[in-house]
């Protein structure tokens, strides 16, 4: 049933590298030798005319780019769907294409305006599979897909393109007879790559590498068992000779520059589908959501986008609404799809983490789904984030408790509650999928987020964000102000020191705040429990005597001394009431009752005894020490900062000081208004705040 075969072809009397718009131009501009294309493209046409009758649609001045006549359209039947260009520079070539279609017989069909897509650069029809192969991520619109398959009828495959080099589907994929296919995996994402492997068997897969793939192999033009590309390496050459297949080469060099080869120059006006299949459509799904705040100054609707396209999706903002005063908050309606119901609600979930909520008609009950194993999830669980999140049961949204990030959602008849994964009991009913769920953002503007840098009195103006380049000084007078407020009014703040804190002889201070009443829960490892008691005990922090910097003689041997110390007496608490221990960090937790735990490691001594070996235990004795904190100071350890980090809801004020910018980008990085980072000697950093502190203190007493 399949025609004659027919190509489009379009001399190239006006080829030239005129712009950039794919990497293979850039360098290239008027590069490309004029004789040297046309003796190239003559070439190629005596080769193809072997195989194939020719058609030539005239080139036009002004128009370098329309030899490339892959991109005229998308041909089956007598139908065309002509293309639209992405790129300013080609959508001069649309009308000329147009109109030679119209002239030769065909039925014209076109997409909307806006709605990008290159033709048969991007649409490659498998024959043997009765399915249209469609490309996009980087020049056709995945919107493009659902209307491809409804104006030929077919069913539509959508591949993401992830790489520049390859922008167009034909550079990187060819299908051939026989049902083969001839394609470059790094081209495509691995959701794209996995459905490759799903429709092709192994057997028909012939992968090209990048030497061959950058020759443009996979721009090839197949006719029967005749291929005909640029280049193809020795291996290539032979595994398609095992399959029956002969190569022709044809030189492209200087049409590469331009970023095409033989495919590129050339559209089949004779594709066919084997098998009349009914038509399926695309596998694009799509769904509505809405977003409202400060959604361009705070970046959240250009972080929303770039999530949806990073993702694998495409979206279409539907309605934007801009808050015209300073303090006003926009609303927007986006239209997000995905190439297939996985993706998109992949994408959703990660919306509903930045605050979108789907729009109404998509809103309903969250879906719930039985434990039946303890401790393990339903396969789809929603994981919760750090933001306060609602579910929706029986029609009302319901707020769920315990707020925390990596949990999932259980629903029950007292509510919604975060709880952990290995807590699940089979029966306990948890939230599956994205329906029915929304998290609560405070609106956070540029202001709010303080990216003009100004003072305020809002702890908030420090931002999310590492203020390596801040004043520290400007950091410690914010927080010392903080801490001051939250003790006048009974709130709660949780320090995580790491044992550095010891070493860098700032204990003192530390041991300062906790007698000063700044201090309600202290959360470490044994380090920092043994350098402290160490400095206690001796005078030494791990063998080093603090005041003189110098280590001890036999000093190695002190942190062991000490533990064993404390394992004679029994605790830490009953070091202190036998008077063994008189000063330091533990010693002030200890006299002012305030609460600390010591969560164990693989890498500690001892441990001391009151270091929690049973992690699980740990976790949760952190959890419950967390819980209602106004502010949590997070001074240079890694481990135990990220690990409280994870159990701490927003709205918690998250300070994280570390020498080292990863770890504070790591912890401050949490999208939210209240974390900030601070990349400094901990030492320094616990010396400036006390005196901050005694400055206010003094000033106020003078008052
Ligand atoms: P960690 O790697 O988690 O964190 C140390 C952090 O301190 C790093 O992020 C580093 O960049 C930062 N840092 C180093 N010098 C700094 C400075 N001057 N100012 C600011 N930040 C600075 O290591 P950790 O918390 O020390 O230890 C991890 C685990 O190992 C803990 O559980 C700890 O208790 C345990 N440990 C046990 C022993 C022991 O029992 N003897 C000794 C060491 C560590």
Known sequence: MTAPATLLMCPPDFFDVEYVINPWMEGNIHRASHEGALDQWRALMSALEKHAQVEIVSPQRGLPDMVFTANAGLVLGRRVLISRFLHPERRGEEKHFKKWFAQQGFEVHELPRDLPFEGAGDALFDAERGVLWAGYGQRSELDSHPMIAECFGVEVLSLRLVTHRFYHLDTCFCPLAGGFLLYYPGAFDANSNRLIESRVPAEKRIVVEEPDAVNFACNAVNVGQTIVMNKAGTELKRRLTVERFQVVEAPMSEFIKSGGAVKCLTLSLSDGIARSLEAPGALVES?????????????????????????????????????????????????????????????????????????????????????????????????????????????????????????????????????????????????????????????????????????????????????????????????????????????????????????????????????????????????????????????????????????????????????????????????????????????????????????????????????????????????????????????????????????????????????????????????????????????????????????????????
């Open 287 to 703: 769904s509505v959501v809405r977003m409202e705040g400060h959604l361009l100054d705070s970046g959240l609707l250009e972080r929303a986008l770039e999530l949806t396209i990073d993702g694998g999706g495409s979206f279409q903002i539907l309605e934007f609404n801009l808050g015209k005063l300073r303090q006003s908050t926009s609303k927007a309606e986006i239209k997000v799809s995905a190439p297939s119901s996985t993706v998109l609600e992949r994408i959703i979930a990660q919306l509903i983490d930045l605050g979108a909520v789907p729009a109404a008609e998509d809103v309903g009950d969250a879906e719930l789904q039985a434990v039946t194993k303890a401790g393990v999830a339903p396969d789809d669980f929603y994981a919760t984030t750090i933001y306060p999140s609602e579910v929706r049961v029986k029609g009302k949204w319901v707020k769920t408790k315990d707020q925390r990030m990596d949990a999932v959602i259980v629903v029950d008849a007292a509510g919604a509650h975060c709880r952990l994964i290995r807590d699940l009991s089979p029966g306990d009913q948890v939230v599956v999928g994205v329906r029915g769920i929304r998290t609560i953002r405070k609106t956070e503007s540029r202001d709010s987020r303080g990216e003009r840098g100004g003072p305020s009195d809002e702890f908030s103006f420090m931002g999310a964000g590492v203020s390596s380049e801040r004043r520290v000084e400007l950091v410690v007078e914010q927080i010392a102000w903080e801490l001051r407020r939250i003790r006048a009014r009974g709130g709660k703040v949780v320090v995580v020191p790491g044992p550095v804190v010891v070493h860098t002889g700032a204990g003192e201070h530390l041991a300062q705040l906790i007698r000063e009443g700044y201090v309600h829960a202290l959360l470490g490892g044994n380090a920092v429990a043994v350098h402290d008691l160490e400095q206690s005990l001796l005078g030494t922090s791990l063998g080093v005597d603090l005041k003189r910097g110098v280590a001890v003689h036999g000093g190695h041997r002190h942190h062991l001394r000490t533990i064993n110390t404390i394992r004679r007496c029994g605790s830490i608490a009953a070091t202190v009431e036998q008077g063994v221990i008189r000063s330091g960090v533990f010693y002030e937790c200890i006299k002012a009752g305030v609460p600390f735990s010591l969560a164990g490691s693989i890498r500690d001594d001892g441990p001391l005894p009151d270091t929690e070996m049973d992690l699980i235990r740990a976790q949760e004795a952190y959890s419950r020490l967390v819980r209602g904190s106004d502010m949590v100071l997070m001074l240079s350890t890694m481990l135990h900062s990220i690990g409280v980090g994870n159990m701490t809801p927003a709205g918690v004020k998250l300070v994280c000081v570390d020498i080292n910018p990863a770890v504070v980008t790591k912890l401050a990085d949490r999208g939210s208004l209240e974390s900030v980072g601070v990349v400094t000697d901990v030492g320094l950093f616990l010396s400036m705040l006390v005196q901050r502190l005694d400055r206010l203190e003094a000033s106020k007493a003078a008052a």
